[in-house]
């Protein structure tokens, strides 16, 4: 079978697997929501993000840079294992050793969690479990990586409301976070095809670190431009805002985990590819097709029903998100496009792109994120996010897409943005002259609408076009179309 037809089966089975966990995650948001105020989500939010910004000086992508190998050994596989183990671990000793500096700034369950959170994340995916996720990632086996995750997922969840429901509040997502994190572990170690050894390579450990200097600065811009809000929310405008925050920002990933087994395969595929620029620009293509044509829609249609959409599924204490839903659009609608084209640095071996790239965004990010927080509170935080993930895909496309692939950006995007303006406006007017009291007729009569107008304006405009990209996509399934070559 083809590289394409190998990915796009890939992809498949990714997809679905995120469906599941989607659904199982719609289903048990709703729950958490009533049992768990936003204030301990706030708690266990900040937790997270304190953690995360420590865990900043682990992830030097060792785990792209296995998976872009064309044939590592055991040596480089063990060393890679060893380096991710450390980096883990010297993280914790770091966060514990300023914890006292800390508790001048956040309260002690604060902080007694982000130590227990720091813990717990030696055997997540930048430590422990590392290298046999990327092992089966080389080999395409996203339907087991797929099957492992939601496996955790469910477990994570299920844990998490038992223990809510036993009145452990903020703990009760500690503990669901711990039992996720065991399952994952466990199930890629026991799944994957090849396993790291006692073996170390001073030489190999240089090389990835020399290598991994530059995705250390785009890892440091992906924190600033993904987490830094969630600090400067929680710090300035309080745990409390800070749950609502996270709820909108986790509703504004959804759209985006649609094509979930798109994203999750771009960066193999590109390994698989990347001497083949027609290939290659054919890969890149796929991508960038699935955000026009299902993410754009999907977020501009959450942004329309999210003042009734919110309150019936969290219920109405959380009714104050959804102006930070609505204000995430753009970040929703752009944050894909830099997750999926960020991963061609690490394939092309140009990751000086991505120090540039983390640079910029942790300036940008850093200053229009502490001013907005500061005069807008969590709505200002919401737009700053939006001006980051812009300015992060403008240096992409400079510095990586311009000279490496050959892609129709005017083919893959006009058609989508227009029937998107158009079809929002149409909702916008019908909905200001009638719209049903109950939020979920609300719902149904304005997703409905939007989606319909959406779908007709494609089709009056470009169905050819939609009937090609449809014809190259099965092709691919079938491993008869475009690329064919490794």
């Known amino acids: 079978m083809s590289v394409s037809g190998r990915v796009v089966r890939g992809a498949v089975l990714y997809t679905l697997g995120g469906y599941a966990m989607q659904i ?10 009533r049992l768990i105020a936003p204030a301990d989500f706030g708690v266990f939010g900040l937790a997270m993000a304190i ?14 840079l296995i998976i872009a190998r064309t044939d590592p050994d055991d040596i480089e596989i063990s060393t890679q294992f060893w380096l991710s183990v450390g980096f883990s671990a010297a993280v914790l000793v770091l966060v514990a050793a300023v914890s006292p500096l800390l508790r001048m700034f956040y309260g002690g369950q604060v902080i007694v969690m982000a130590v227990a959170v720091t813990a717990l994340s030696i055997f997540e995916n930048e430590g422990i479990a590392s290298t046999p996720e990327s092992l089966l990632a080389r080999e395409l086996r996203y339907g087991t990586i797929s099957l492992v995750t939601l496996a955790a997922t469910v477990a994570q969840l299920t844990s998490t409301a038992f223990f809510a429901l036993r009145g452990w509040a903020a703990n009760a997502l500690l503990g669901g976070y711990a039992v996720r994190v065991g399952v994952y572990c466990m199930g890629v170690w026991i799944l ?3 396993r790291p050894r006692f073996l170390f390579s001073m030489e190999r450990a240089r090389a990835l670190i020399g290598e991994g200097r530059y995705m250390l600065w785009g890892g440091i811009g992906s924190f600033l431009a993904f987490q830094y809000d969630d600090i400067a929310v929680g710090t300035i405008s309080g745990t409390p805002i800070l749950g609502l925050y996270q709820k909108a920002y986790n509703l504004s990933l959804v759209p985006m985990s649609i094509v979930g087994g798109v994203m999750g395969v771009a960066g193999a595929t590109y390994a698989q590819v990347k001497d083949n620029r027609q290939a290659l620009s054919e890969a890149v293509s796929f991508v960038l097709d699935a955000v026009a ?15 009734d959409f919110v309150p019936l599924y969290l219920g109405d204490r959380w009714i104050g998100a959804v102006p930070m839903v609505q204000l995430l659009l753009v970040y929703s609608m752009v944050r894909p496009l830099n997750d999926a084209v960020g991963s061609l640095a690490p394939a092309l071996k140009r990751v000086h792109v991505m120090t ?5 965004q942790s300036v940008v990010m850093v200053v229009t994120c502490t001013a ?12 700053s996010a939006g001006i980051t993930v812009i300015v992060g895909f403008a240096i992409f496309c400079r510095d990586l897409l311009k000279d490496s692939v050959d892609v129709d950006y005017r083919g893959i995007f006009g058609l989508p943005l227009a029937a998107v303006a158009v079809s929002a406006a149409i909702t916008l007017v019908m909905g200001w002259l009638w719209t049903p009291e109950m939020r979920l007729a609300a719902i149904v009569y304005k997703g409905g609408m939007f989606s319909l ?18 014809q190259r996509l099965i092709h691919a399934a079938l491993g008869r179309g475009e690329p064919s070559s490794a």
């Not at 995360?52 to 992508?61: D, Q, T, V």
């Not at 540039?356 to 910029?360: E, H, K």
């Not at 107008?453 to 449809?470: E, K, S, W």
């Open 453 to 470: 107008v959406f779908v007709a304006v494609l089709l009056v405009l470009g169905r050819n076009t939609l009937l090609a990209r449809a």
């Open 51 to 64: 953690s995360l910004f420590f865990a900043r000086i682990k992830l030097w992508g060792f785990n792209s």
């Open 24 to 33: 199982v995650g719609l289903v048990f948001g709703a729950i958490l929501a």
């Open 293 to 307: 044509l299902i993410v754009m829609p999907a977020s501009v249609g959450l942004a329309l029903i999210a003042p």
């Open 372 to 383: 907005l927080t500061l005069l807008w509170g969590a709505n200002g935080a919401a737009i």
């Open 192 to 194: 994957a095809p090849r």
């Open 356 to 360: 540039r790239y983390g640079i910029v």
